[in-house]
């Protein structure tokens, strides 16, 4: 938007003089000028080159946390804590998405099995699809939005208010109390919200299957467990592994990288959902490339 | 520290309701697959598996008895299906058994069939090899189910045919919402409804009738039925023949009469044909003619007769 100081173009067409304009307002729209501004080669190189820092970056704090993740002292508290905030507090949002996940599944699928004769596969059909893909992407997606907006308030806040910097003046390893335990948490919390968004989305769906029909829990459980196998299950328990470890080392990064005050928080805690989404599908898709070759699909 | 304390009862019980489901769910599944039950091995060679998969269920008279552990290619027309047999149902199963490729359903996965074979086997030991049978060829359905189908097409389209010429201009659909026509067709519905009552009724009569004749009774039942009426037929029949007899002899006699009559010299050819008879007659004719006339002014003369006057004055008044 700025070519220069005093000068701001409102469009690319059009160029006039600002008299009067404040130097620090006009250095926050020039923060913004791709936004006005059609981009030219430079501008998609730099882009480039910050996404790809910015992996980097990302990388060097995951290999951060693993340095320090096995190295004592573990902080225990903190991590029971973040367990309690990150995994108990999100199972309402996580059952409550599982319960109409399923129940809309299995409504929205009866007609099509039904116009093929095959309306007996449906608890089987809802139940390879919850299992296999739909409880945990959506799961992870739900936690991103809550655990990753959230710890990246959270650490975006600290950071701004110097109270990482207090805590590594005190002595106390900040990243090990702040990081880790956060990290640690959504690792061993999103497989268990899966595992029970499982349960209750197939539950649900016993529920949607006896709304136009009547099928005994005992048969429909039969019906569940018949069709699926190992290979649904444990691969599925892995990728929510991995999703857990995006959730929190995406959101612990943005926060614990926020800058410029307050502004910075929010950013923080928006691209950490941004940002862990995308790594969740991109895992996902690993994932069943990975599945794919071991056979496992 | 209380705070933290109901926190941390909290996330256990999550924890432990988390850990209880994934432990149920894989026990479940490891059920399934017969993971936590007592397994026999036994084997069976196929020409082809159509699509057989391990952990494909295995059953025996339709219960699912086992999984299909391993398969293995021997040859260019031979594979081996070893299959994991639960030890319970495994003592049901004798060595006659025959295994065959099947599927759970049109839609379903492919699974391997164990049937009882004929007569007596011993009983299922480990790694014993089962005979094999030709399962349902799901390919060989469909070409037959292709073959109904172009028939159903053919059949189709001869129904459209036959529909169009029913339903043309002079079809039977159209005939059948003509009014008129429909009004006719129901008059002589009607119609032949009394004609069949009529004619019912008729029967019956006729049995009737028949059934009185063969009782003998009426008059056609006496002459028909009655011994002594049938005497009397007869008799009529015998004089009615001599009577005939009689006429026939009349007859010939009234012939001989007319030819003689009408033989030259005969009356009848005198009165026909003599020519001058018939002059004759004529002259006599105009003979009585005149003496008629002359008979009629005599008598005129005669009236004015005074001796007779009286007598015809008196017979005309006496006729008025």
Redesign the interface.
């Known amino acids: 938007m700025v070519e220069e100081e005093g000068r701001i173009a409102s469009n690319c067409n059009e160029v006039f003089v600002w008299p009067h304009c404040d130097l620090t307002f006009i250095n926050s729209l020039s923060a913004r000028k791709s936004y006005f501004l059609p981009m030219d080669r430079s501008d998609v190189m730099r882009g480039a080159k910050a996404i790809i820092t910015e992996v980097g970056e990302l990388v060097g704090f995951t290999g951060r946390f693993f340095r320090e993740a096995f190295r004592s002292r573990f902080e225990w ?1 903190e991590l ?2 973040q ?2 905030l990150n ?2 507090r999100s ?1 309402p949002l996580v059952a409550i998405t599982a319960f109409i996940m399923g129940l809309v599944l299995t409504v929205q699928s009866r007609p099509t099995l039904a116009r ?1 004769g ?1 309306e007996t ?1 449906l608890p089987a059909m809802v139940a390879i699809s919850v299992v296999r893909e739909i409880a945990p992407v959506i799961t992870a997606l739900i936690c991103a939005g809550k655990i990753g907006s959230s710890i990246g308030a959270e650490l975006g806040s600290m950071k701004v208010t110097e109270q990482i910097d207090a805590m590594e003046v005190s002595g106390t390893n900040p990243f090990k109390f702040l990081v880790v335990t956060r990290i640690w948490s959504t690792i061993l919390m999103l ?3 899966v ?2 968004a ?2 209750i989305a197939i539950w649900a769906c016993f529920i949607g299957v006896n709304m136009k029909g009547a099928v005994t829990w005992q048969l429909f ?1 039969q019906q569940v ?2 069709s ?3 290979s649904d ?1 444990l691969p599925a ?1 892995i990728k929510s592994i991995f999703f857990g470890l995006a959730i929190g080392v995406v959101g612990c990064y943005k926060g614990y990288n926020t800058e410029k005050g307050t502004e910075g928080v929010g950013r923080s805690a928006h691209s950490a959902v941004v940002v862990a989404s995308l790594v969740i599908f991109i895992l996902d898709l690993v994932a069943v490339q990975v599945t794919e070759i071991m056979g496992l699909n | 520290m209380a705070e933290l304390r109901g926190s941390a009862f909290k996330l256990g019980a999550f924890v432990l309701a988390g850990i209880t489901v994934l432990v149920v769910g894989l026990y479940l599944l490891g059920s399934k697959r017969d993971l936590f039950s007592r397994t026999m091995d036994v084997q069976a060679r196929f020409n082809e598996v159509s699509g057989l998969r391990v952990g494909n269920n295995v059953r025996y008279v339709g219960i699912d008895v086992g999984t299909v552990e391993r398969i293995t290619i021997l040859s260019d027309t031979l594979v081996l299906v070893d299959m994991m047999i639960r030890l319970d149902a495994a003592e049901h199963i004798r060595s006659n058994a025959i295994a065959r490729i099947a599927s759970d359903g049109l839609m379903g996965n492919k699974l391997v069939s164990i049937e009882p074979g004929d007569g007596n086997g011993t009983p299922l030991t480990d790694d014993m090899e089962l005979r094999t049978g030709k399962g349902l060829d799901t390919d060989a359905m469909l070409r037959s189910l292709g073959r109904s189908n172009d028939n159903v097409v053919v059949i189709t389209e001869e129904l459209r045919d036959l529909t169009e010429r029913l339903n043309s201009e002079h079809g039977l659909i159209r005939m059948m919402s003509d009014s008129t026509l429909m009004n006719d067709v129901s008059l002589v519905v009607t119609e032949i409804r009394t004609a069949a009552t009529n004619a019912r009724l008729l029967t019956e009569r006729t049995n009737t009738i028949i059934r009185d004749v063969q009782n003998g009774q009426g008059a056609l039942g006496a002459l028909i039925g009655d011994p002594v009426t049938d005497g009397q037929v007869r008799g009529l029949i015998a004089n009615l023949r001599s009577v005939s007899d009689s006429l026939l002899f009349v007859s010939q006699r009234l012939g001989s009469f007319a030819a003689d009559l009408d033989r030259p010299g005969g009356l009848t050819h005198t009165l026909t044909k003599d020519t001058t008879l018939t002059r004759d007659v004529k002259r006599v004719v105009a003979g009585l003619d005149t003496s008629s006339t002359l008979l009629n002014e005599d008598l005129r003369a005669l009236q004015r007769n005074w001796f007779f006057r009286k007598y015809f004055k008196e017979k005309a008044k006496g006729k008025e």
């Open positions: 508290r029971v804590r367990c309690y995994g108990y199972l093929f095959a596969m497989p268990l919200l595992i029970l499982d349960a459980q467990f018949d699926l196998v190992f299950v328990l």
